[in-house]
Structure formats: structure tokens, C-alpha cells
């Protein structure tokens, strides 16, 4: 067995020390192969040594700044009422801003969840339009994210959204048209 796989590995290592033949084609333009052809004159190339290069060294990967590594020293939502207070729009419609110190860094993305939830794609703005959030008790939080991970999360800000029933009994109610 060891016989058989030393035999073919010196078979498979003559195609590399094989020959090469250098002749000229009906149209005068030179080839090159590792046969010699027949009735054709040929003549036996001699290679130099194979011309190689060094890989360039790697170079040593750019120390982060301290500041970079660390997170945000301030980052919190603001337009919303704190302490589960109560935010009236009528239509569920309102606005909310992302506190960041120092300023949001290049690479990083903000996105602002809405109950766990994400709102949007994560993006560079730090104010965001809520459109038609239902009434009820919800939680805003927001999320620095570097390279697709999550780098730090704000306190989640709890407050409730009121919104007008047509049916509130606190509404007047229509009074039908006198028939004419």
C-alpha cells in the first residue's frame, strides 16, 4: 500500500517537470507546448526559476480611541411626557427626539423601538415622526447600533396615548335636522 501511494505521487509530480517545446506555426507566430509535435521542428525551452513575491506585510490594525470603544454618555428620548403621564393626539400623530452626547459617530445607526418593535430601519436621524399610534399605554426606546449590533440602549420611557372617541360622552352629540 505504501508502495502504490509513493508511486503516485512521483506520477503526479512529473507533469510539473515536464518540458516545454517552442515552435514556429504555418503563420509564423511562435507556440508553445509541452509536446513536441510531429514532422514540425522543434526546440526545448529551458525556464528560469519561477519569479515570486512576498506577501506585504499585514499592517497592525488602528488603535480605537478610548472615546470610540466606550458608548454614549447621554443618550435618552425627550417629547414624550415622563412617568407614564399622558400624551394627547387626537389622530396618534407626534414627534419624538433622541438625545446623544457626544453626537452620534460615523458607522453607528440610531433606530427607536415602539413596544419592542422597531418603527423604521436604523438610520442617522435623531427625530422621529410617529404616525397613528394607538390609544393606550405604550414604550418608546431607543438604539445605538455599530456594525448590525446593538452598542447601548436608552431607559425605556413609558407614557400613554389619548386619543378622541367618536363615542366619548364627552363630545356633543348630532342632533338630527328639522324635516323641511
Avoid: W
Avoid at 514556429?24 to 525556464?47: C, F, I, K
Avoid at 526559476?49 to 506585510?57: F, K, S
Avoid at 452620534?104 to 415622526?129: I, V
Avoid at 399610534?133 to 452598542?151: K, M, N
Wanted: glycine share 8%; proline share 11%; net charge negative.
Amino acid at each position: 500500500m505504501r508502495l502504490t501511494c509513493t508511486c503516485l505521487l512521483f506520477a503526479l509530480a512529473l507533469p510539473a517537470s515536464a518540458e516545454i517545446y517552442r515552435y514556429t506555426d504555418a503563420h509564423g507566430n511562435p507556440v508553445y507546448t509541452n509536446q513536441p509535435p510531429e514532422g514540425v521542428s522543434s526546440e526545448s525551452v529551458q525556464l528560469g526559476p519561477t519569479n515570486t513575491v512576498a506577501a506585504p506585510p499585514a499592517k497592525p490594525a488602528k488603535p480605537q480611541a478610548a472615546t470610540e470603544l466606550e458608548g454614549y454618555s447621554r443618550l435618552e428620548i425627550s417629547g414624550v411626557p415622563d412617568d407614564d403621564d399622558t400624551l394627547r393626539a387626537n389622530a396618534g400623530n407626534f414627534t419624538v427626539d433622541v438625545s446623544l452626547e457626544p453626537g452620534l459617530r460615523e458607522g453607528d445607526l440610531l433606530q427607536l423601538l415602539l413596544d419592542g418593535q422597531p418603527l423604521a430601519a436604523p438610520g442617522t436621524q435623531t427625530s422621529f415622526r410617529l404616525g397613528q399610534v394607538d390609544r393606550g399605554t405604550h414604550s418608546l426606546q431607543a438604539v445605538v447600533l455599530r456594525d448590525g449590533e446593538p452598542l447601548q440602549t436608552s431607559a425605556s420611557v413609558s407614557f400613554t396615548v389619548q386619543r378622541v372617541h367618536i363615542g366619548s360622552p364627552a363630545l356633543p352629540r348630532p342632533q338630527p335636522r328639522p324635516a323641511n
